[in-house]
């Protein structure tokens, strides 16, 4: 494969599906950035089945709605990505509407530094028992977020501003981001959102994937028809 065409590709990996998308790659670029998306699928979903048990039960996860679900979606997130939380009033209803489902967050920073203070936060948030609020909070927020945006956010939720900035330092909450950070490069996502249910990636391995689109309550009733 030519230097040309294996750009193209990676730019028709890399475009939405709006409109520059269908007037700027050619269609047969497109075809083949399509197969080269669908085997990175494949792969993906390889990984996740032999990683199942980092992805599904490691204990230092946050974990949301059900702890005992019997069906799981895991979220790759940075508090910075407008996908993520577009996405995340679906995910919130449909733990209200289905008290089966256990969402798993995996803090996967990689839009900059405030979004590694804000993962930090929201891990050391859970050694108060104010996690939960403080993702929600943080996920509903519009804007660039700064280090004073996230810590006024902690301190709106009643967490211990103090406390916290002291928590964020410790070892295990590094080791933490560093384990979800490993475990993303192994189950080849590389964009956010990275959603999972169950084992089976619903998106992440790459910035086509319209996470828009994704019906969160008919990936569970399938993965549920499944066990």
């Not at 939380?85 to 008290?99: C, F, M, S, T, V």
């Not at 410790?170 to 192994?186: F, G, K, T, V, Y």
């Amino acid at each position: 494969m030519s230097i040309t065409k294996f750009t193209s590709i990676l730019l028709a990996l890399s475009l939405s599906s709006g409109a520059f998308a269908q007037s700027a790659v050619d269609p047969a670029v497109e075809a083949t950035a399509a197969l080269v998306q669908s085997e990175m699928e494949k792969a993906a979903n390889v990984a996740a089945k032999n990683r199942a048990k980092d992805l599904l039960q490691d204990a230092n996860s946050t974990v949301m709605g059900n702890a005992q679900g019997d069906v799981t979606i895991v979220a790759f997130t940075d508090y910075q990505c407008p996908y993520c939380k577009a996405a995340e009033p679906r995910l919130l209803q449909l733990l209200k509407d289905d008290g089966k489902v256990r969402f798993i967050i995996k803090d996967f920073p990689i839009l900059g530094p405030a979004s590694v203070v804000a993962s930090k936060a929201a891990l050391a948030a859970a050694k108060q028992g104010k996690h939960h609020e403080f993702h929600v909070a943080l996920m509903a927020f519009k804007g660039q977020l700064k280090d004073e945006i996230i810590f006024a956010t902690a301190k709106s939720v009643g967490l211990d501003v103090d406390r916290l900035k002291k928590d964020m330092l410790s070892p295990e909450i590094a080791d933490q981001l560093l384990a979800n950070m490993n475990l993303a490069r192994a189950l080849k996502v590389s964009v956010v959102p990275g959603y999972f249910v169950d084992a089976r990636v619903l998106s992440g391995v790459s910035s086509r994937t319209q996470t828009s689109k994704i019906d969160f309550a008919a990936e569970v009733l399938a993965a549920r028809a499944q066990k």
